[in-house]
């Protein structure tokens, strides 16, 4: 799957700012104090959505929730 397919939902951020594909999702995860992308919460995101690009399929959603989870986690979602 390309990097610019659109997660089935939109992920929601503080501020109002919304991540709709995988490669928006990549770009906010590598805008991340390096220290921060090295949590292993940020580092299960990163390979969930490398795998969804690459595989596509139930990936996709699995990246969502990696996403989201890596979020709540560092308190970045409201």
Known sequence: ???S???DEPISLRGGRKLR???EAADHIMRLPEDTQDASHWQTAI???INAAETGG???MF???AVLRAL???G???
């Open 1 to 3: 799957m390309p990097w």
């Open 5 to 7: 397919t659109a997660f």
């Open 21 to 23: 594909t995988l490669q």
């Open 47 to 49: 390979e969930t959505l």
């Open 58 to 60: 139930g990936w996709m």
């Open 63 to 65: 990246a969502r929730i």
């Open 72 to 74: 709540n986690a560092d």
């Open 76 to 78: 970045r979602r409201e």
